[in-house]
């Protein structure tokens, strides 16, 4: 279990360090087309951000990630040419993560595990001649 959760620590600082890195890339500004790269870069960071918080906290998820998204505009506003950074820019990525946060809590819901296929109980111990299962 502790195995998992170095991986995914470590999965996560690889990809926010990539994302606050491509994020001083200069683009260019001009092409409208560019919305659509802060809500598919965001859907990870909430699908991450769950998946470290635990299903529970799915708003501390959204909540990080809206304050992430204001983060990287704010520190684009300072560090990039003037008219790089914009407001809808925040909200496109908070949509997109919050599209990763709904797709990470229904894909881990006990509901939607129950749907995949079932392994067979692992014996825990033996009580005379009968077997103990573990649930």
Do not use: K
Request: net charge positive; charged share 15%.
């Amino acid at each position: 279990m502790r195995a998992r959760r170095y991986i995914l620590t470590a999965i996560a600082a690889i990809y926010f360090g990539a994302l606050v890195g491509l994020t001083f890339v200069p683009g260019s500004a001009s092409n409208r087309t560019l919305w659509v790269w802060p809500f598919v870069a965001f859907v990870p960071v909430g699908i991450i951000l769950v998946l470290l918080l635990g299903r529970r906290r799915w708003w501390a998820a959204i909540a990080f990630a809206v304050l992430g998204s204001a983060w990287i505009e704010a520190a684009q506003s300072i560090w990039m040419p003037l008219g790089y950074a914009e407001v809808i820019d925040v909200v496109w990525a908070s949509a997109g993560a919050i599209a990763g946060v709904a797709m990470a809590v229904i894909l881990t819901s006990p509901r939607f595990r129950s749907m995949r296929a079932h392994e067979p109980h692992r014996i825990v111990a033996q009580a005379g001649s009968r077997e103990i299962p573990q649930d």
